[in-house]
């Protein structure tokens, strides 16, 4: 009797898809696999143990703005190559994976928003784009967001994640931080606040530049926030650097940082924020207080 004919497979294995991959999604902090859309409609809090896990720029305009509405500014501003750098691609190459990837032109969004009724002048760095990263453009869209929020009277919400300065740009992506600063230093002295939100990771160059400079600086749990990162610093001094060394925590515990806010609880902090500090702007552009210089009211004429 003859053996039956094998049939031969209607498809690659290396080709089949998993079901319901993406459905489920297992939390870094507690190990509890949840599904996906839980994380989703909880802005990518853990609903079992509260981890934050990374929000991107959408999301959090959609947290935090009303209607999650964003009146772009100078969004078309794009990155040239001035050194005409190499690493293996060239700088045009890179720009042009990330923004395929990231579907932005560059590493942050600026633009004018209203936040519980309030308008704002809102900006919130894409980590997606290059990890964040500042070069010339991202500067001068920071530098330009408190520029206008000064000649518009308008409170700054920024938004911080961000791997530091470009690297491909050199020297010239150092200098944002001194431009920057100064067009913030100019917002500070016309008494309009700056809320600074520092996310994880919030480093480099952003850290050590404006990051820290707000009216109030705010951050997420556990979040990521220093200069350079533990191993390179342990590697510097040969020491063994404390337990949770630039996390949020210790360096609320340190006087670096005001206020750890949940995510969930963002935006109604910031609202709070906001309206104890359009008071203080208030009174000084009505001449009703004294300032110290840099826009921060220290009494009132008489004496309260």
Not at 78 to 102: C, H, M, N
Not at 121 to 131: E, P
Request: hydrophobic share 40%.
């Amino acid at each position: 009797m003859p053996w039956p004919e094998k049939k031969p497979p209607e498809s690659d294995a290396a080709g089949k898809k998993t079901l319901g991959k993406g459905v489920f999604r297992k939390c870094d902090g507690c190990g509890e696999t949840l599904p996906s859309d839980a994380f989703a409609a909880n802005f990518e809090v853990c609903p079992q143990c509260g981890k934050h896990h990374k929000l991107g720029a959408a999301g959090w305009r959609e947290l935090l703005l009303d209607d999650g509405a964003l009146e772009e500014w100078d969004a078309h501003l794009q990155p040239a190559d001035p050194l005409e750098f190499v690493d293996g691609k060239t700088y045009p190459q890179r720009i042009a994976a990330a923004q395929a990837s990231s579907h932005a032109r560059e590493a942050i969004q600026i633009g004018r928003a209203h936040l519980d009724g309030r308008p704002i002048a809102w900006g919130a760095f894409l980590f997606a784009f290059m990890g964040g990263s500042m070069g010339s453009v991202v500067g001068e869209k920071i530098a330009r967001l408190f520029e206008r929020a000064t000649r518009e009277r308008l409170a700054v919400v920024l938004l911080q994640a961000s791997g530091g300065a470009r690297m491909q740009e050199g020297i010239l992506s150092l200098m944002q931080m001194a431009k920057t600063v100064a067009a913030l230093e100019r917002l500070k002295d016309a008494g309009l606040p700056f809320l600074s939100v520092l996310l994880y990771p919030t480093t480099g160059g952003v850290a050590a530049s404006f990051a820290l400079l707000g009216d109030v600086n705010l951050a997420e749990p556990e979040a990521l926030i220093g200069f350079a990162g533990p191993r390179v610093i342990e590697s510097t001094i040969r020491q063994t650097l404390p337990e949770g060394f630039q996390r949020s925590e210790f360096l609320l515990s340190h006087g670096m940082i005001d206020r750890i806010v949940s995510r969930l609880q963002m935006k109604r902090e910031i609202s709070i924020l906001l309206g104890h500090l359009a008071r203080r702007s208030d009174d000084r552009a009505n001449g009703t207080g004294l300032s110290d210089g840099r826009g921060h009211t220290l009494r009132s004429p008489t004496g309260g």
